[in-house]
């Protein structure tokens, strides 16, 4: 069984920057993939950033520039630092990883943005 716990959620003015973090526990080899994903308020869970094997990168547009994924394979883990964060950006952010062909989630953490 595996769990992703995150970490690194809170409250921050627009314009500021926060960092998550995800690590991987329990019975666990190498992911295929570990990423970020948000939902907001009566919105749908839509993909933030995410990194696969090899080295391959994918951005939303909306955070391309101010966001950067990176991944520590060694020790399971993969971060998001948010930069030049805005109101709309504020959402539950939810770590995801890919495994052996199952799909795992993390419980979220909330993300706040003031203006």
């Not at 003015?13 to 080899?29: E, F, N, T």
Request: charged residues 15%; glycine residues 14%.
């Amino acid at each position: 069984q595996v769990q992703l716990v995150e970490s690194g959620g809170g409250l921050v003015q627009a314009g500021g920057s926060l960092r998550l973090s995800c690590a991987a526990s329990g019975s666990i080899g190498s992911f295929a993939a570990m990423g970020w994903y948000r939902q907001a308020p009566g919105s749908e869970r839509e993909l933030v950033a995410r990194s696969l094997n090899g080295g391959s990168i994918d951005y939303a547009d909306s955070v391309k520039g101010r966001f950067t994924i990176s991944r520590d394979s060694a020790k399971n883990a993969v971060y998001l630092q948010m930069n030049s964060l805005k109101p709309e950006d504020t959402a539950v952010y939810y770590c995801h990883a890919i495994r052996l062909g199952s799909s795992y989630w993390g419980q979220g953490t909330q993300v706040t943005v003031s203006s």
